[in-house]
């Protein structure tokens, strides 16, 4: 099992000039720990579910252009982009420049999008649910298209036609950066996981709960002739066995989700000294994760 960081927080030590030193010793300290994976919200407030929303948030794939200059082992990615956010076409092109940039460790991490205060706010768009995930499996569609050197013609779907599909430099990644679908609706977001996706990722609560999601999932690949194998299983833990320090009881915990097939968990590290909590917390972690089987 590897080990992933998830930025929730953009502490501004001394004023906005704080972030980007402070984001800078997150990047040696992830990539000084071994860590596999590196990510970043994508919002453009903070949540107000879980944190004042006047605390900074940053644009994610600005962000991630910076952590790529400042890195060069980690993968990166945003966890997760709504599908509002972005023009489909544009996003595509954004995750080309920031895989081209990186030399090959971008990943589209994309969903449905949630936050609706955050969207009525800046004025863009907010669909009804039903709507939103029409677009997100339109959005991957076109993705996939600007990827592939062989298809540059028009896209028409019911949300979005885009006249050519031209996509100039390709990714460094073969055959294209990474999709992966956030969330665990059973319905609508784990088909399409099923049906497009390299990746899922969901919320690590209890392995009860994420073995039940796998199941679902392996029902949507053998409904539409996929082999399950070929998804990478990732999830989020926000306990706080690893916050606390409690590095044996993380171990222990984390390795129940490794038999069920996790491959990648992601954590948050506190607001306050997240390189030094990394060094301390997460680097021990990674190590003896690299260690468990997995399913």
Request: glycine share 10%; hydrophobic share 40%; aromatic share 8%.
């Amino acid at each position: 099992m590897r080990l992933g960081i998830h930025l929730a927080e953009f502490p501004a030590e001394g004023g906005p000039e704080g972030i980007a030193p402070g984001l800078a010793a997150v990047a040696d300290a992830v990539e000084e720990a071994g860590i596999s994976w590196l990510s970043a919200m994508d919002h453009y407030f903070q949540m107000d579910n879980m944190y004042p929303v006047e605390n900074p948030m940053l644009e994610g794939y600005t962000t991630l252009g910076y952590l790529a200059s400042r890195t060069s082992t980690v993968r990166l990615g945003l966890l997760v982009t709504g599908v509002t956010y972005r023009h489909p076409g544009l996003l595509a092109k954004i995750v080309t420049t920031l895989d081209v940039l990186s030399g090959g460790r971008a990943t589209l991490g994309i969903g449905a999008a949630w936050y609706e205060r955050e969207h009525r706010a800046l004025g863009v768009p907010y669909p009804p649910l039903a709507e939103r995930f029409e677009r997100l499996e339109e959005a991957v569609r076109i993705c996939l298209q600007m990827w592939d050197p062989e298809h540059n013609g028009p896209f028409e779907g019911r949300h979005y036609a885009l006249a050519e599909t031209l996509c100039s430099p390709l990714p460094v990644s073969r055959p294209h950066p990474p999709v992966l679908i956030g969330g665990g609706g059973e319905h609508k977001t784990l088909r399409l996981v099923a049906g497009y996706a390299d990746a899922c990722n969901l919320f690590a609560s209890t392995p009860a709960e994420v073995a039940h999601k796998l199941e679902v999932l392996r029902g949507h690949c053998e409904a539409l002739g996929r082999d399950p194998a070929t998804i990478e299983k990732t999830a989020i833990y926000a306990g706080p066995l690893l916050q606390e320090g409690d590095v044996d009881g993380f171990v222990a915990a984390m390795a129940e989700y490794a038999r069920l097939g996790i491959g990648t968990v992601m954590v948050v590290p506190p607001a306050e000294r997240q390189p030094e909590w990394i060094a301390r917390n997460a680097a021990p972690a990674a190590a003896r994760l690299a260690e468990l089987p997995g399913a």
